[in-house]
């Protein structure tokens, strides 16, 4: 195999990444390399809540479709993002004043709706993204935990469950790949979750990191939740640099994405790994980190970056 999803299929996971819809839509070297090294799809905004009913009632379905049409032209596998969070919510919801009853049946009128759509052609759904505060507690300042409570978590994931009882549902979020306050806050959660029946299939560890810093309790911590039976994956790979990166930087980041790919593969019932773009032309990045950037395996210019090598070593299967 001499592609990243050459190496993956043939070690039977999943390699991902996040797609932007316009360079989907009109730019064929982005689609090139999607194509060609990826066999898994999330949409980096074209699920989120705003994106698909910015007007109550009223959805816009032409950019997820697109993306979930063409995952399946090119035989790859969707990644649902996302279905509760507390941010990219349409103005009509997140100033409507709606009582908790009312937010109650909104949410699971999305959640039916959405997950109900792509039925069978999503294979797993972050089912509720960013839920904990830094601590290790319920974050404060969403929608849904301070109206609903942390019940909203369980009835989520029921209700997306009896809208595709085959895919694989997650708890998503960032800063939890090491094993830290958040992650034992997640941790007891989930275990909590699972003592009751709740179907709770995995646990999605974004992995925004810093140039170096690919945390080192990452695998154990990995290996705890997938101990208790689920599945694990790395869903938003990136690792960031400040500009301008230094070909040490570089070199760096290649280590890291080996090991990060390294520390979820290595471990039981790793579902895959998902990077959370494609080329640093179209990254998050440099927009909410001010300088820095450079944070994904292909350059503005689609060339791969010794980032490419690195993420490809950690899925060698041999
Ligand atoms: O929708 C408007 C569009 O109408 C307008 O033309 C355009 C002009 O700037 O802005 C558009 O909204 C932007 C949206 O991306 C779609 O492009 C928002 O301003 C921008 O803030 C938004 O950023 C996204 C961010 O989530 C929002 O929270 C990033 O692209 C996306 O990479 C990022 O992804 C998140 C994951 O969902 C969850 N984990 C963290 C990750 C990084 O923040």
Redesign the pocket.
């Known amino acids: 195999a001499t592609t990243l999803r050459g190496y993956a299929d043939a070690r039977g996971t999943k390699i991902g990444a996040?797609v932007a819809d316009g360079p989907l839509r009109n730019e064929s070297a982005y689609t090139t390399v999607l194509d060609r090294e990826f066999n898994s799809l999330t949409a980096?905004?074209a699920m989120k809540w705003d994106a698909l009913e910015p007007n109550r009632g009223s959805y816009d379905w032409a950019a997820a479709d697109r993306l979930v049409d063409r995952a399946a032209a090119h035989n790859q596998g969707v990644r649902g993002?996302?279905l509760v969070w507390h941010?990219?919510l349409p103005s009509w919801l997140k100033n409507g004043n709606f009582s908790a009853s009312e937010l109650n049946t909104i949410l699971k009128k999305h959640i039916d709706t959405t997950v109900g759509r792509y039925k069978g052609r999503v294979y797993a759904w972050d089912v509720v993204?960013?839920a904990f505060d830094e601590n290790g507690t319920m974050r404060r300042n969403s929608l849904w935990q301070e109206k609903l409570g942390t019940g909203h978590i369980a009835n989520a994931l029921r209700w997306a469950h009896a809208a595709d009882p085959s895919a694989k549902l997650y708890i998503n979020d960032?800063n939890i790949e090491a094993d830290n306050a958040k992650s034992d806050g997640l941790y007891d959660l989930a275990r909590q979750l699972l003592a009751q029946g709740v179907p709770l299939d995995g646990i999605g560890f974004?992995s925004?990191f810093v140039v170096g810093q690919v945390p080192s309790s990452m695998k154990a911590n990995l290996k705890r939740f997938s101990d208790l039976g689920l599945e694990v994956s790395v869903t938003?790979l990136d690792v960031r640099i400040p500009l301008p990166a230094s070909s040490a930087e570089l070199d760096q980041q290649s280590a890291d994405y080996k090991t990060a790919s390294e520390n979820c593969l290595g471990v039981p019932r790793c579902a895959g790994v998902t990077v959370?773009g494609v080329t640093d032309k179209y990254s998050?990045i440099p927009g909410?980190f001010n300088g820095y950037g450079a944070a994904l395996p292909y350059n503005g210019s689609y060339a791969a970056k010794p980032a490419y090598t690195g993420l490809s070593k950690g899925l060698d299967p041999w």
């Open positions: 996040a980096e905004n993002h996302t941010s990219q993204n960013e960032y974004q925004h938003e959370w998050w909410t």
